[in-house]
Structures are given as C-alpha cells and as structure tokens.
C-alpha cells in the first residue's frame, strides 16, 4: 500500500452564504500526480488554497506527511508547510533575474542560497542558459519554468499547481504539459494540478478527482473517469458526451436508433439513458435512414458529424477524413462502441450484468 503524503477529511469552507467545498476526503500518495479537475466555480482553486494554508476550513483536518496542518485546534502557515505553489500568472519577480527568482524559494526557507541547488534545478527545466535574464527577456513557456523551478527548489513534500498552463497559447500548453509531467515523474514529485480542461486532466494525473459544487463526483484513474463515469455529470464533464433514452428488455437497451445488445443490473421497462461519444456511433448514407446530417466540422485526421434523429434529439459522431458527406443527407446510425457503454438511472451509473 502507497504512502499518503496528504490527507483531508470531512473539510469544508463556506465564504458568506456561498459554500466552495463541502466535506472534501481525499487522500494523495506519495510520487503521485492527482488531477483536480471540475468547471469554473466547483471549488478546485479553494480546495488548493486550503491545503496551502491560504485559507483556514470551517470544518476539517488536513494531514501533510502524517503531520496535522489543520483542524479546529491547530493551524500551520503556508511557511511552515513545506508546501511548493506554481501559479497560472507565474508571479515572478521582474526585478529578478532568473537565477535570484529561483533561489528566493531557499532563502525564504534556510537563509542561504546555495547556488549548485538553483544551478541543478535550472538544468532540470532546461533553462541554464537563461540563468542572467529577466522574466520580460522570456517567453511564456519559460517563465512557466521559471515558475517550477522557484517552486521545486527548497523540495517541498507536495507541490501544488494551479491552472499553471491558462496563460499559455495552445501548441505550447501540448508542449509545457509533456515536459511538466515528465519533469515531476522524474523526480518522483507528489502534486496537486488543478485545471478545467478535461484533456490535461487524463494526461497529467496519475488518479483524477473530478469536483462538482465542492464535492468530489468521482476519484479514480483516468481511464476508470474516462470509460466508467459513475454519474451522469462526471460522463458529461469528461467528454462531450450525448444521452441516449433507451429502455432495458431482454437482449439489451432499445432505443430509437435500434437495441444495444448490452444487458445491465435493472429490472425490464426500466428507462435509463446511455452515454455515447462520437466514436461510439457509426452511419452510412440511407434514402431512408433513421438521422439526418445536420453539420460537418474537418478536423485534420477525421470528420466530425452533427446528426438529428427522428426525435430531434442530436447525436455526434466521428468518421475517416475521406468520407465526406454534406448537410442535409439521409443517413442510417447506429451504436458501434466495441464496449459497454455507461447507462444511467436518476444520473447514477447501472453496473452491467455479467
């Protein structure tokens, strides 16, 4: 069984009438990335402001290598956590040169600035060469680093990122999330990265907890978020997922676009609804198909169909680059996920019945 580096149990904090986190247990293992991840507004910022020690829970205990930081008797300063922050606006020093904005974080901590430390951590990110310049002489991307290195360097045991990568224009947030990750896996780092970005969740997090109205949904690896959401809100927040109606009989689920054949732990008549994402849906051009081409987005490598059942509900669904089809045709859909799906009752998850 993993270390626990940090641990919160029943904590809660509430600003005026408005509650940002509502009993939040969690618990992150040592050498591990967890991905916060939830819609502007769900209490992912608040929650790392808590385990900082910006904030002070209302309710609560926060554990930090088996060591009490909070709880209704005790309260331990950002200082004395021994906690890094990595900022979305940097906030580095412009007075600074690179190398005196990284050894801030040790003067801040022993008094001394050991040079040969600050040396190495500006080799790890990659920017030695910049060690004389100013935050204004780099580019995003480096102060970002900077940012990193600043926060790393006094080697705290838990190292918190907060939508470190919003400022960044979009080829080079690809390119700052692979280097940042392969930088914290390298040293064996234990972080928290907050973001709403669904995408940079399942890359970036070793486990994911998605938050809903300062609660945590569902806390699991990316692929146990990805592929078996336990709500309906975790299946719609992680990934433009469509609801199908469907009703449970004997072979599987009918719906209006033909019966699933995936049986589920329900009773018969029961009505649910699937979530389905675009490559879990194929068509073909029928004169008489059951859905209607309403749009098609080019995306490079594949096409991204809009389709209107009889219903007027709308499904969405990906096809090869080659096959082009315009607004307006007929087509026949249907499922074709390769897998079970994810069906919901009252926007619980059924499990499948095996």
Not at 302 to 322: C, V
């Amino acid at each position: 069984m993993q270390d626990i580096a940090l641990k919160l149990e029943g904590v809660s904090k509430q600003f005026g009438v408005d509650v940002a986190v509502h009993e939040l247990n969690l618990g992150v293992a040592r050498d591990q990335v967890l991905a916060l991840v939830g819609p502007s507004g769900c209490g992912k910022t608040t929650a790392l402001r808590l385990i900082a020690g910006f904030e002070r829970p209302d309710f609560g205990a926060i554990w930090l290598e088996n060591r009490i930081v909070s709880d209704p008797y005790t309260f331990l300063p950002p200082e004395k956590r021994g906690v890094g922050m990595v900022f979305q606006d940097y906030a580095l020093f412009p007075h600074m040169t690179v190398f005196e904005n990284v050894a801030f974080g040790l003067q801040a901590k022993s008094g001394s600035r050991p040079d040969q430390r600050v040396k190495s951590m500006l080799t790890l990110v990659g920017l030695e060469t910049r060690a004389e310049r100013y935050p204004h002489e780099l580019s995003g991307g480096e102060r970002q680093r900077i940012a990193l290195a600043r926060a790393l360097v006094p080697e705290p045991v838990l190292l918190l990122l907060d939508e470190p990568f919003s400022n960044l224009d979009a080829d080079l947030r690809l390119k700052m999330r692979e280097d940042v990750r392969v930088i914290l896996k390298g040293i064996h780092a234990t972080a928290i990265f907050v973001t709403h970005d669904q995408e940079e969740a399942l890359y970036m997090g070793d486990r994911l907890a998605v938050m809903n109205v300062g609660r945590i949904e569902q806390l699991g690896s990316p692929e146990d978020i990805f592929h078996r959401p336990q709500t309906r809100f975790v299946a719609e927040f992680m990934g433009n997922t469509d609801f199908l109606p469907a009703r449970v009989v004997a072979n599987g689920l009918e719906t209006e676009i033909g019966v699933l054949p995936q049986k589920i732990e329900a009773p018969l008549d029961t009505a649910v609804e699937i979530a389905m994402r675009a490559d879990d849906v194929s068509f073909a051009p029928e004169a008489g198909g059951n859905a209607l081409i309403l749009a098609r987005q080019f995306r490079g490598v594949m096409n991204f169909y809009r389709l209107k059942l009889p219903s007027g509900r709308l499904l969405h669904a990906y096809a090869p680059h080659t096959q082009i089809l315009p607004a307006g045709t007929r087509v026949r859909v249907w499922a074709d996920p390769g897998h079970p799906l994810a069906v919901f009752h009252d926007s619980k998850a059924i499990s499948p019945n095996n």
